[in-house]
Structures are given as C-alpha cells and as structure tokens.
C-alpha cells in the first residue's frame, strides 16, 4: 500500500497544499484505455499534459506525491522557456510574481573581473532570464491543468511495474487503496533524475559524471542588491570554490556552493556547517542582515543521457531522459524544449495525422540537444569546477590576471541554455529557399519574436498547429492561398495562415498581423510572396522567397514525414 | 611582428629575470606565476597555431 505523506511540507515562506487521493476509475471495476498516460508531474510532465491538451490530446498524469515538489529547486527560467510556457498560459501568472534579469557577475577578491549582460532586443517579450521558484511554477502549472477538462492527474499513485508491448503499455500502480494497472496506447516517463520508469526498463544513462558536490540553500534575507547573477571564485572561506548567488521573488536568496572534495553530504547538509557557511559568505560581502534558513539540498554535477529516447511505445522526457550539468540554467529550461518537441508529434501520432517515424524524430532531434549541451556546458565546468590540476593552474591564473588584464573576461563568459537548431532534421523540407534568405530563422530554428505594438508580439498570436507565415504587400492573404489552406483544414490537417502585411491598409485582426514600417519584412529578410512554414513547436522547417501555393499539401506532408525519403 | 632572434644579452637577461621571478614567487606560488606568465605571451603571441607549437617543444625531454 502506498502511503505518501498528507502533511505539508516546511517551508518559511511557501504554503503546500495537499491534493488529495483519489479512487480511480479502474479501482471502481471500470474498465479504461487510456491514449496517454504521463508518469510525474513535475514542471515537465504538467507541461507535456498541457502541450497534448493544446492539440486537442488527452492524458492522464500519475504522480507518487500528494503536494508539489520540495524546495525551489529550478529557479531560472530562460526566454525560449517563457516563449514556449506563454503557448500554454501560464506565463502572465508567472510574471505577477518573477523576477525578471539580464546582468551577471563574476567576482574576484573583492573586485567584480567580469560583467555579462544577455542580450534583450525590442523584439523580444521576455527578459532572458527570469527567476521563480519551482513550487510556484508547479501549482500555476497545475491551476491551469484544472481548468483543463482533456487533463486528469491522479495523485499519490506510485509506478510499481510496466509491460511495454507493441499493443501497448500497461502501467502497474500503487495506492493508498491499494495496487491497480492502466492501460494507455503511449506512455511518456517524465518522473525526473530517478526515474522509476527508466530503471524498470533497464535503460542506462550515458556520459559522465563530474566529481565534486555542491550545496543549494535557500534563505530568507533583505538584501539591497539588484536581481543579478552573482558568482564568487575562491574566497577566503571556500578555497579554490566558486559561491553562485540568486535572487528569489519573496526576500528568498539562493547560495549555490562547492564542497571540499572528501566532505560528505550529510556532514554539508548538518545545520551547524550550513550556519557557518553561509554566514562566511555573507560576511565576506558585508551583507549584516539576520536570515533563516528555509530549504537545503546537495547534487553533483553529471551529464548523461539515454541514447534514444524513444523505446517501444515508451516516451522519456526531461531529467528522466538526461542529466545536464548544472551551469548555465540547463535542466528544466531543457526539459521544456523537450516536451513541446514531443507533445506535437505524438499528439498527431495519436490523431492519425503521422506515424511512429515522427516520434524518432523527436529522440534525434533531442538527443542530439543533449550531447550539445554536454559538449558546451564541459567548457564552464572546466572553469567553475576544475577537473584536474591542469585546469585548476589555469582557472587560478586567469583569476589572478582578470584583476589587471581584460583579456581573459570571456574565459569567464556563462554558457546559458538556449534553443537549438534542428538543422538536419528529416521534417526540414529540402530544395526550399533556406540558403537565399539574407536574414530571419533558418530551417531548424526557433522564429524570431517580433513586436507589433505595445503589447503585441508575434508569439501571441501563434496558432497551436503548423503555422504558415506569410508576408505580403497587399492588405490580405491572396484568395488561392487562403482556399488552399481551407482546402488541407477541411482534410483535418492542422494548419493556420498568419499574414503579416505591409500594405498599411487594413485593420489587424485574429491572424492578420501589420508591419508598419517593414521592420518585420527585414527581420526575416522577406519580401511580398516570402513564407516560413513554422512547426508547432515555432522551429522553422522550411522557408520560401516566394511560394508556390500548389506545393503546399506537398510540403506539410514532407514536415509529418509523410512522403517516403528519396 | 616579433623578432625571431634574442641577443646572447637579452637571453640571458630574461634567463636572469625569471630565475629570480620564480625564486621571488617561492615555492607555492611559482606554477601559478608561470601560468598567467604563459597565457600572457600566448595574448602577445596572438596566433594559436604558434603557440600550440611552442607547448609541444616545450614538452619534448621532459
């Protein structure tokens, strides 16, 4: 019998509510089939439901826990992340309460060596990064999947077993009434860094694993400083360590620090070495405030991942798919790409629209992302956590010259998540335009944001299917095209035009969007005629100078991978 | 841009000059000396390629 706890977590500053139990369906006789079952609801699993919903998918969520998770946990949310949490509605919550920012800083004995400012454009809607603690994230998160009728989550409902046929997945349960199976055509395993499903699969992660253990704490503060990255190499209370420092909304501070190589976690985590330690920091940047402390946690940096991430009719997404290393923001900013990469392709899996060949689109393409971001991220661990004596010396000396050389500042450079290009992916259509345009997202890319107005950008208006973007001179979208995309609609092919004009003689409305000034036609380097053909997930798959309208059941087919490849 | 012969003088005035360097870095502190004394002279050198090589004559009989 599965008993997870129904009393609210501690916390200083968070009140946990408990969802409760419910008796399933199945554990009332009735008889279910589920198309989607989605194990873990952590950001990514809520998300993964609420992307399906927002194809018209339903699923059912099945989470071990009564409550939201412990501790704040991911706190930065980058751009791409917000772009891609604003389609299913829940970013103008977010924004009540994070703390949006550009700036970080390394600093050096005292002196700050270097200064990093990501770039914010007045095309974007959103701050590069933006800082949230992960239980607000979940229960936003979940205000929306209530007001959601395609979603289900059943709470305190722990994976026991899984039989992945080629008919499909039956998922063993327990509960506190007792063991139970689902029946589903798909299951997606979004339970996180120890994944139950993972290991009943037998499926090992790899890659590395980096030695050294870091301490998160989380501490309630006044402290008059701007909402900045704050990294602290080699202070006199941490030798040879590096000290990160994060505002959180609520006069909540993050301190992130290394430990010494032999130090246990249990030792680190003692509240006598917390106190300590944490006092030293603040000591040392003459912050003089009382504090308390309100959650702690240790981790070790790894990078893994599993080398597909498709395996029967079994979906891994998020941290069960892979461990990335810690620097740069990179765990559920990733996580997110991922699930609104698979979302897409096993919603029209489901509807009919593709088969299964899209889904391994979605294992290539993301596992590719992963061994980027392992490949990338390498580089700042060789900085924020030398590896060897070697690079140690190295590090060491570039601290040493960063205080009279300027030089060695980009050594210093944060490498922060950021979209990827699926560059080589099979859904990009060949024999396009790709190579003539002299600006604007290339096929594999994410679409640029524009802004139309105060208040008013390019991905507000984004349809949940395939998008076409089409710009032109004329106060409309040309009638052939407009009868050819009806024609596809009226097939059941999910496609939407959106028309940016130029023409300046019409009133924007629903999908027809205004460029007043041509900036948006520079920016994708368009002219009258030119189209993007835009993935659900806003990556371009294929762009056109000028299109031919007749191509285009062709080339939506060629993006579900309809067509047999040449 | 750099001239490829020293003088006998100027060898021996930089073999002087960093004998007593590393000796006035002391024990502890000398590696680290001539590390950022390296990375320095790569920044002067201004060409990888070069300075790549440069480590691997530095490497041979060691």
């Known amino acids: 019998m599965h008993q997870p706890t129904t009393t609210p977590r501690p916390s200083i500053y968070y009140d946990y509510r408990i969802y409760p139990f419910e008796t399933a369906p199945e554990q009332r006789g009735e008889e279910r089939r589920h198309p989607i079952v989605i194990v873990g609801a952590g950001p990514i699993g809520l998300t993964t439901a609420l992307e399906l919903a927002r194809h018209g998918v339903a699923s059912v969520l099945v989470e071990s826990e009564c409550q939201v998770s412990e501790g704040s946990r991911a706190i930065v949310f980058t751009r791409r992340s917000m772009e891609i949490l604003q389609q299913i509605g829940v970013t103008d919550r977010m924004l009540e309460t994070a703390l949006p920012w550009r700036f970080g800083n390394s600093i050096y004995r005292g002196k700050r060596v270097f200064r990093m400012e990501a770039p914010q454009d007045d095309d974007d809607r959103f701050a590069p990064m933006n800082n949230l603690q992960q239980q607000y994230l979940e229960q936003y998160l979940i205000e929306r999947v209530q007001q959601e009728p395609l979603i289900e989550i059943r709470w305190g409902t722990k994976v026991t077993g899984i039989n992945n046929g080629d008919q499909g997945v039956r998922l063993d349960v327990d509960t506190p009434e007792g063991p139970y199976s689902l029946e589903a055509d798909w299951l997606i395993a979004a339970d996180g860094a120890r994944s139950v499903v993972r290991q009943l699969e037998g499926l090992r992660l790899e890659g590395d694993s980096y030695s050294g253990n870091f301490v998160i704490a989380d501490i309630r503060i006044d402290i008059d400083r701007p909402t900045e990255r704050l990294a602290f190499f080699d202070p006199d209370w941490n030798p040879g360590n590096t000290i990160l420092m994060h505002r959180e909304p609520g006069g909540i501070w993050r301190l992130d620090y290394q430990l010494p190589a032999d130090e246990a976690p249990e030792q680190a985590l003692a509240p006598e070495s917390l106190r300590k330690r944490i006092q030293a920091q603040l000591d040392m940047i003459g912050v003089n405030a009382p504090w308390e402390l309100d ?141 003539a345009f002299g600006a604007g997202p290339a096929n594999g890319a994410p679409l640029q944001n524009l802004r139309f107005g105060e208040n008013d950008y390019l991905f507000d208006h984004l349809p949940a299917g395939f998008c076409l973007l089409y710009f032109t001179d004329a106060p409309t979208l040309p009638a052939e095209l407009a009868a050819q995309v009806e024609q596809l609609k009226a097939k059941g092919l999910p496609l939407d035009v959106l028309t940016i004009s130029r023409s300046g003689e019409h009133q924007p409305v629903g999908l027809q969007l205004a460029d007043h000034n041509g900036h948006c036609f520079n920016r994708y380097g368009a002219q009258s005629g030119s189209a993007y053909l835009v993935r659900p997930d806003q990556h371009v798959c294929g762009r056109w100078k000028q299109l031919d309208f007749d191509a285009l059941p062709r080339l939506l087919d060629r993006a579900l991978l309809k067509q047999e490849e040449s | 841009m ?61």
């Not at chain 1, 790894?302 to 990179?330: E, K, M, Q, S, W």
């Open chain 1, 295 to 435: 959650w702690s946690s240790v981790y070790s940096a790894r990078a893994l991942t599993l080398p597909d991430y498709l395996h029967g009719r079994v979906l891994f997404t998020g941290d069960a798919a892979h461990l990335l290393p810690i620097f740069g923001v990179r765990g559920a900013n990733t996580g997110f790409q991922d699930c609104q990469n698979l979302a897409w392709k096993l919603a029209y899996v489901v509807q009919g629209l593709a088969d299964r060949r899209l889904l391994e689109t979605y294992s290539h393409e993301r596992v590719a992302a992963a061994r980027e971001i392992i490949a990338e991220a390498g580089k700042s661990t060789r900085f924020m956590a030398p590896p060897s004596r070697g690079f140690r010396l190295l590090r060491d000396a570039t601290l040493s010259l960063s205080l009279s050389e300027s030089f060695v500042g980009p050594l210093f450079h944060w490498r922060t998540s950021r979209p990827h290009d699926y560059a080589d992916s099979p859904l990009n259509v060949p024999m396009d335009d790709n190579i």
């Open chain 2, 2 to 62: 750099t001239n490829p012969n020293l003088s006998i003088q100027d060898l021996e005035t930089v073999y002087d000059t960093l004998a007593e360097s590393i000796d006035a870095a002391g024990p502890e502190r000398e590696t680290l000396f001539l590390t950022k004394l390296t990375l320095l002279m790569a920044r002067e050198i201004g060409d990888a390629e070069r300075v790549l090589a440069l480590i691997a004559s530095a490497q041979k009989d060691l």
